[in-house]
């Protein structure tokens, strides 16, 4: 989600086509999971917070008000989140840089993460310029790197820390951090509204999608908040531009998943991270 076109919010990258092509038959194979979730799931959270000794520095009070919009941002799935452990670390390098499958982001994660079969880890450092965070994907060997397996140190969601409530990114303040709902949501199993990447050819307003079929197939992300727009009119439905799997320029614009991304984050977790229901 981002102000202008200078920004992306998610920098949670796409499979490659070949990853895309397994994923689609693992998917097309898997059977369909035996229990559903039928309680509360409640996912303890190790927030690292990384500063240069001068910028970066979070309070735990703007770490607690992340955790309980989260809980708001899920707040009709069955997942809940709570803050297990807080910890802030000095270290200019990966404060300054910390990319998906860079050097400074493995060895962040080596150092800090706290076991990630059963904890939620987030991580604020500056992941690129000009983006707002990024997540890895259930534990999903059809989707490689994107999705390391159970207990890998690499799972986990990393924040701009301009995106945590108090924080000012890409020239907007995001009082309530609900970008960390979008991120959380990649995390849990969720596609973004407007994935491409397992579509024939890569087209847009095509099947597969997102693997949702109540959201509305989408042609592009949003980078503002629109009352309401069709970009592909072909098909039925206009844009679901308030869900947090889209991109939109601030809090104000995300509110809720469908109903379809809540059984397909309930799935993947079930499949892939059962340690998560522990």
Not at 33 to 51: G, L, Q, S, W, Y
Not at 261 to 267: F, G, K, P
Request: net charge negative; charged share 15%; hydrophobic share 35%.
């Amino acid at each position: 989600m981002s102000a202008s076109a200078s920004g992306q919010m998610c920098g949670t990258p796409g499979p490659t086509a070949e990853q895309a092509r397994a994923f689609q038959r693992s998917v097309a194979l898997r059977p369909a999971a035996d229990k559903a979730i039928t309680e509360r799931v409640f996912i303890p959270v190790a927030f690292h917070a990384i500063h240069d000794g001068r910028n970066g520095k979070i309070p735990r009070q703007n770490v607690d008000v992340l955790i309980n919009n989260l809980n708001w941002g899920f707040r009709n799935t069955p997942f809940s989140f709570f803050l297990y452990k807080f910890d802030s670390t000095k270290n200019k390098a990966w404060y300054g840089s910390c990319p998906f499958l860079s050097k400074n982001e493995a060895a962040m994660k080596k150092k800090l993460a706290v076991d990630t079969r059963y904890v939620l880890n987030l991580y604020s450092c500056q992941p690129a310029p000009g983006m707002g965070g990024y997540s890895t994907f259930p534990p999903t060997p059809e989707l490689g790197v994107l999705a390391p397996p159970n207990g890998d140190k690499r799972q986990g969601v990393v924040l701009h820390p301009g995106v945590v409530p108090g924080g000012v990114w890409n020239g907007s303040s995001w009082p309530y951090g609900l970008p960390a709902v979008h991120e959380v949501g990649h995390y849990l199993g969720a596609f973004h509204t407007f994935e491409t990447i397992f579509n024939p050819g890569q087209l847009a307003c095509a099947d597969p999608g997102d693997f949702v079929s109540d959201t509305p197939s989408q042609g592009f992300p949003h980078h503002a908040c629109p009352a309401q727009i069709d970009s592909c009119p072909a098909l039925p439905g206009s844009d679901d531009v308030r869900n947090f799997m889209n991109y939109t320029d601030s809090d104000l614009c995300m509110d809720h998943f469908s109903p379809g991304q809540v059984e397909w984050m309930i799935s993947a977790v079930e499949d892939a991270t059962p340690t998560l229901l522990r």
